[in-house]
């Protein structure tokens, strides 16, 4: 069963968008990786309990990405196609 598009997104301030005085390019990388993999992990969380509200246990074609907004900040999107596998 198709239960139609699904879609999410998580937004958080660039580590590296400021200019901090104290903090090498070295950290600043490292901060930003940590912060994208928090941000994987929390746009994932979300989808799959988006999925589960509607009813389904699978999402196909999913796709995910980050941008980087400048003063926005990193923005991670997540979307595919929530569906329900059943055996027959």
């Known amino acids: 069963h198709v239960f139609g598009f699904g879609e999410e997104l998580v937004v958080a301030d ?3 968008f400021e200019w901090i005085e104290n ?3 070295r950290t600043l990388h490292e901060t930003r990786q940590t912060l994208m993999y ?9 989808m799959c309990k ?10 196909l074609g999913y796709y995910q990405t980050f941008d980087m907004e400048g003063d926005s900040g990193i923005v ?3 979307y595919g196609t929530c569906v329900l596998l059943t055996r027959e």
Do not use: F
Not at 38 to 46: A, G, K, M, Q
Not at 50 to 59: I, P, S, Y
């Open 38 to 46: 928090l941000l994987d992990s929390s746009v994932r969380r979300r």
């Open 23 to 25: 903090r090498t390019k």
């Open 50 to 59: 988006k999925v589960l509200e509607m009813g389904g246990n699978a999402v």
């Open 14 to 16: 660039d580590p590296e």
């Open 76 to 78: 991670a999107r997540t």
